[in-house]
Structures are given as C-alpha cells and as structure tokens.
C-alpha cells in the first residue's frame, strides 16, 4: 500500500489515467460476461433462448458491444504502460531533477529500482486486473466451446506479459530520449511494432501441422491458423485458383444440390486449441525473459547517460 | 513579416521533436498513400481485360474473370485492402494532433515557469495565445491538407469509377473534415492544457476530453442524420448492391415493419420482435413456421442518405467541428486571460 501511495505521490496523473482507462474496461468486459451468463439462466426452460443452442450464442445481441470493448482492452494494454514508464524518467531528465537525485541517490541502479517498483506494482495490479477481465469476456461469448487461441496476446496471461514487456520498453525509451512527448509518440509506433512481431514470431517459432476437422475452426474450435489450401477430392493439393475455378464450375453445372465429395476440400494447418496452455506457458517465458533484458538495458542506459 | 518569423521560429524551437515526429508520420502516411494510388492505377492499366471496372472488393459488372484472372484480381485485392487500412491514419491524424500539438501549447509554458516572463511581457495574453496557436496551427493544418488529398486520391485509385464528390464512401477519412477535425482537435487541445497546465496530465486528459467530445459530436450528428433520412429497402438479391446503396451513408440498418416503421435490429430486439429469417425479396421472418405460413414481419432495410448530398453534409460537418473549435479556442483565451501563470 505504501508503495502504491508512493507512486500516486509521484505519478498523479498517469497512475489516475491508467487505473481509469483499465478498470473502466475492466468493469465494463465482467458487466458484459455477467449478461451474457445471465442469459444462459433460462436453457433447458421452455422460453430457452436461442443462444443455449448456437455457437455464435451472442451474435445478434453483443457483438458490438464485446467488440467495441475487446478493442479497448487491445489498445489499453499497449498504450497504459507507456503512460506509466515512459515519464518514470524523462520527468526527472526534463525538469533537471535528475541532477540533483542521482548523485544523492549514491547508485543510479537502486535509484531505478526503487522509482520503478511502484509503477510496477500498480501497472501488475491494473493489466491484472484487466486481464482477468478480458479472459472472462472471450469466454462468455463463447460459452460452448474451449476458447483455444481465441483472443490470445489480449487476455489473461498473455496480456498480462505482453504489457509488463512494453512496460520495461517504456522506460527504457525514455531513459534514451529523455523527452516525453516525443518518446511517447515513438512508443506509440514501437508498440504496434512489438504487437505484429510477437503475432508474427508466434506462427514462426510454433510447428503448425494439418488440423482436424474437429480442430479446425469449421466445427467451432479456435486453433491459431497459420496456412489454408484446397485439396483435389483425391487428395492431392490444389491451387486456390484451381480450385476456385473447379467449384465454380461444379455449382454452374449441379447447382445447390452438388455432391460434396467432388468439391475441394478446405484443409487448414495450425495449431489445435487443445495445445493452447503449453503454447501460452512458452510464449511467456519467452516475453518474460524480453522483459528482464530490457529491464537491464534501461538499467544501463541510466547508469550511463548524462542527468540532462 | 519579421514578428511573425520570430514568432514561428520561437514555436519551432518550443516543440521541436514533435513536429518533427508528426510531419515525419503524416509525410510519410501521405508517400505510402500516393504510391498505393499509383500501383493500383497501375495494376489497372497493366491488366485491362481482368480489372476493369473493379473497385471496393467488387469484380466488375462487365466482366467474368476466368482462371486467368483469378490471380490479378487476388493480388489487386490484397494491394486494395492493405491501401485501405492506411486510410484509418486520415481519420485518427486530426485527433492526434489535438493531443500532441495542441495540447502542450499552453500548458509547457505553464509547467515549466516561462509562462510568467511570457505573458507580462506581452501586453495582451489574448494575443500571446493567437500567436503562439498560429505557427502550430498552420503546420497541423498544412499536413492534414496533405493528408485529406492524398487520401482522396487513394479513394479515387480504389473506386476509379465512382463519382466521389457524390459517395459517402470512408465519411470522414478523406477530404475537406480531416482538416476540419483537426481545427476542432487542436483548439479543444489547447483548451485543456490551458487549464491543467501540466503537459502530461494535460496531454492524457486530453485524449479522454477529445474522445468524448467527438463522440458527442458523432452522436448528435448520427440524430440530425436520422431525422433527414430515408427508409431503402435492401435488395438481397442484387449482387454486387445497386450504386445507391453503396453510395449512400448508412444512417441505421434493420426492417421496415409492416405498418412502415423503422426499427433498427438491437430497437427489435429490445421490443421482443426477433428478426431471425430472411426470405426472397428481403422479408423477414420470426420463425420457420412463418416462413412456412408466408407470414412476414417487415423487410430488410437501411436508413440512408442519398450520395448526391455528400458535398452538402462535409460542409454542415465540417462547420459544427469549427464551430467546436471556435467555442474551444474563445473558452481557451478565458483561461488564459484569467488564470494564474505558474
């Protein structure tokens, strides 16, 4: 408690723009989860909704709402830890503050230390928060089915992990540049920058193979897809043009009522959703390990640069 | 001439790396858009029997593309929809101006204590503010004139054959309301940093004053459009849709009840009617036995205005924003007159 009020004492602003936007987002994300549930109350009644029975249960009536919310959850978790680490320094480096507490503070490294742990702790607690939220949202949207890779790097664990990365990324942005605004806005291209690479580095470092139609997104599963192509009936492969062409050709001459077995078949490669924990656990190290080594870089460039 | 040099040269040196950075993004936003423009007139021209009269994810009408084109037109689409996401920058420029440029304005000469030496040695703090809004007010503007035309010119590369003067077509993120955004943006930013006067609590209230103001403005917009609108029924059928409905701006989807009310989708939902089916000629149905019965609730319908007001509606638009603007800018001098410099 001591260090959260310490940091507030610091950070008024960012610290209060932060708990803001994550528990707005937050309240909202479970408000939405707990409707949805509610709605669920009423299967296996009489009255029984329409969402007891379909896979995309609430479609028609959140899909707006939950997306809108998503989004926001998507943004905030990019954009709140460059609120809170980037001015961790460059409010000390503008306002020349850091010429007086740098020397005083005897090492520049316990300095940092103790200067980021709070917004640490407070960054924790609101993408914790937050994250818990999310995860609940994904779920409740799709009530009858394992989520898988469904909103992955925007719930749970892997938001909570992403964020701490872009966290250190802060600090160490404004620990090289020294001004707010403008590492504020290179953060803000940095972060869509590290977004697209964790997507990308994410169906890179994984070994995609070909789902089953149980595994593939066709019957409700939501695996990370990394490839698609069409099959002759035979089994050979196909190009998309072959094989849109030979469809086209099938429905011109039978209509509706085609055999499906002439049709090209849809094959998709990825990875299952059943192997999503063992991805996630992986994944984490891996942005955790990010973390600590640019956490260290930061440390560095502190220890080095000159305090104006 | 020489005041205003020195002036602008003051600006200049107060935000620097900002409006380096910005002209740096909106520059280079406005390269990518002109080159995506070119190669798509390009792609074109190269490739007349499989392209023409493609535009908007729509093969043309004149054309049947067989194998040997299927791959033109796929590759044309993934050019046309990467072009497309550039123009979520035209929209969200106005917007970020407002937070970096405008915002910091007033506030940085607050938070860091020149603001004392500044406003008494100018003998009006009125005057003070309109000089030091003119220099960032003329680069903001001045890149989003860029922006608003090269994102025309990219609309135009995308629907070569549509008249865009009368197509309401990505409202808003091109032409004449990006710049008009950015007068509102920027005078409702420099509004807030001239009363927190802290640059980073200004710049970060700012994005929620910014936000809830425009979508304010939106919403009290979306009203006033409502009550111009007109009902179209939707034709399913027609594939792709006919040019009014592509042209029109989408006001509110949902049915046409059969007495001739309009309810959008969510409002049917909320009065216990479930739209669940959708038959030949648009009718809509609650359930199968209906369908079975032939017994229809209403049909398949948009709220819309027209294309041909397109030029009309940019203009109201554009001069509720700079009216926002305006208000924002004289709200901003009362507080700079009245307050306090340190």
Known sequence: MTLVRLAFRLQPS????????CLVLAGAALWL???MRSVLEACGT?????????IYAFQDTHMQAVYLTQTGIGLAMYGVPLVLGVPLLTREIEQKTAMIAWPLAGSRLKWLLWRSLPVLVVALVLHGVMAFAAAQLAQAYFPHNDIGFNGHGTRDFSLLTRSMLLLAVAVLLGAVIGRLLPALMIGIVLAVGISAALDAALTSWLEPRELAQSESILTGAFPLNTGFEYRAPDGSPMSDEVAETTMQALYEEHGESVDPALLPQEVFFGVAASRYPEVLVRESAAILGATVMVSALAGFVVHRRRPE | MTGALTWARLSYRQQKWELLLVAVGALAAAAAMVWFATTLDAMRAANPDCLAGIGGGFVGAEQEPGAACQGVTSRYFETESLASTLLYLSWAAPFGMGVILGAPLVAREVDGGTAQLAWSLSRSRIGWLLRRIAFIAVFGLALLVVLAVTSELLVAAIFPDRPLGEDFT???????LVVARGVGAIAIGVLVGAIIGRVLPAVL???IVIGVIFAGVSLGLDQ???TEATIERRNLEAFPPSGDELTALGVAYGIELVDGEFLSYSDAFDRGIEPNYSGVGGKVFESEADIEAGTFIGYDAFLIIPGSRYTQLVARDSAVVVLVGAVALGMAGTVVRRRRPG
């Open chain 1, 46 to 54: 009489p009255d029984e909704p329409k969402a007891c029975q379909v």
């Open chain 1, 14 to 21: 960012s610290i209060g723009f932060a708990a803001l936007v």
């Open chain 2, 224 to 226: 006033w459009n409502r």
């Open chain 2, 205 to 207: 209230a700012s994005i």
């Open chain 2, 170 to 176: 990505w409202y808003g993120r091109r032409g004449p």
């Open chain 1, 33 to 35: 989860a707990s409707d």
